[in-house]
Nanobody, 114 residues
Framework: VQLQASGGGLVQPGGSLRLSCTAS????????MGWYRQIPEGQRELVAT???????NYADSVKGRFTISKDNAENTVHLQMDSLEPEDTAVYYC?????????WGQGTLVTVSS
């Protein structure tokens, strides 16, 4: 299984970015895809996840600002990030889990700064 993430970059406070992550390989039909983020010397924390059944989960800090969606046919998950704040600056990692397996994509840097 491979995860290919894209969409990071530099944005001003209040701006928007959209992250995408496409999974390829042998993937179990019942799975969870989502995004985590990590700041330097910090722990990796959950941002948002979505199950293959459509259940979503968001960190309190991003509720109302971020939206996770999934294209099941393409095994692609998107993270629409609006009203970005400097505190959202981090490396964002895509994650896929099913059965007892967990896969991570390469990180993509999101920088929110004026």
């Amino acid at each position: 299984v491979q995860l290919q993430a894209s969409g990071g970059g530099l944005v001003q406070p209040g701006g928007s970015l959209r992250l995408s992550c496409t999974a390829s390989g042998k993937i179990w039909r019942v799975n969870v895809m989502g995004w985590y983020r990590q700041i330097p010397e910090g722990q990796r924390e959950l941002v948002a996840t979505r199950t293959s059944g459509g259940t979503t989960n968001y960190a309190d800090s991003v509720k109302g600002r971020f939206t996770i969606s999934k294209d099941n046919a393409e095994n692609t998950v998107h993270l629409q990030m609006d009203s970005l704040e400097p505190e959202d600056t981090a490396v964002y990692y895509c994650r896929l889990s099913f059965l007892r397996y967990i896969f991570w994509g390469q990180g993509t840097l999101v920088t929110v700064s004026s």
